[in-house]
């Protein structure tokens, strides 16, 4: 695909579940990172990959989230027993490399609902 | 206080407006600035990247670094009503691993015809 892609693009979930979402990033692309956007709020780091392991997971709110890319492409991010405050759209971007001036591309976004 | 401020507006302008957004953020070891627009239902997408203080300018665009005042500004000229959308300034340190973007919280802007 020429894009970014998320999948689901919408989810609507009961507290206590799990979920996963998952991003498709751009074909080549080694760097990929998930943000976080409430409503009416920039983006929040959650984690960054570089290839097959995650460089930087600092942003992760609690032991709840976690994240994987076991190829080094498709990334899946699991989130356990959801709350009502996970409630937000989950982005997913992509680059070429993790770079500092490489532009990194986002994907549409996963709006999860927490219920 | 929040490392980044933005105003998030809303802001409307008439068609052919120039239109000025600002951030001004708190910590010093930002040296990569950037600004996304957001359309609805949308992702970011990369707008202006500017590395360290200076201006940077992309048709009817300009970035300025003002990093002595921890001060950055977007530009819009001749804004037309499709630059209506959501303006949001991301800034990094970018030091060893550390890839992380600090958002502001974005500006909302209508273009008005």
């Known amino acids: 695909g020429a894009g970014v892609s998320q999948t689901p693009s919408n989810k609507v979930t009961e507290k206590g579940k799990y979920v996963e979402l998952r991003c498709d990033p751009i074909?080549?692309?080694?760097?990929l990172y998930w943000y976080r956007q409430s409503l009416g709020q920039g983006p929040e780091f959650l984690i960054y990959?570089?290839?097959?392991?995650?460089?930087?997971d600092s942003g992760l709110p609690n032991d709840r989230f976690f994240a994987v890319r076991p190829e080094g492409s498709v990334s899946t991010l699991k989130i356990q027993r959801t709350e009502r405050g996970d409630s937000a759209v989950y982005l997913c971007?992509?680059?070429?490399?993790?770079?500092?001036?490489?532009?990194?591309?986002f994907g549409q976004g996963t709006r999860l609902t927490v219920v | 206080q929040k490392e980044v401020e933005q105003d998030p507006g809303p802001l409307s302008v008439p068609e052919g407006a120039i239109v000025s957004l600002n951030c001004t953020y708190s910590?010093?070891?930002?040296?990569?600035f950037m600004w996304y627009r957001q359309y609805s239902r949308k992702g970011p997408e990369l707008l202006m990247y500017?590395?360290s203080s200076g201006n940077k300018e992309d048709g009817r665009f300009t970035a300025q670094v003002d990093k002595s005042s921890k001060y950055i500004s977007l530009f819009i000229r001749d804004s037309q009503p499709s630059d209506s959308a959501t303006y949001l300034c991301?800034?990094?340190?970018?030091?060893?691993?550390?890839?992380?973007?600090?958002w502001g919280l974005g500006t909302s802007l209508a273009v008005n015809p």
């Open positions: 910590n010093s070891a930002f040296q990569y």
């Open positions: 991301a800034m990094g340190a970018y030091a060893g691993n550390n890839r992380k973007l600090i």
């Open positions: 990959f570089q290839g097959t392991g995650a460089a930087d």
């Open positions: 074909s080549g692309h080694t760097a």
């Open positions: 971007a992509s680059s070429l490399t993790a770079g500092m001036n490489t532009e990194a591309f």
């Open positions: 500017t590395y």
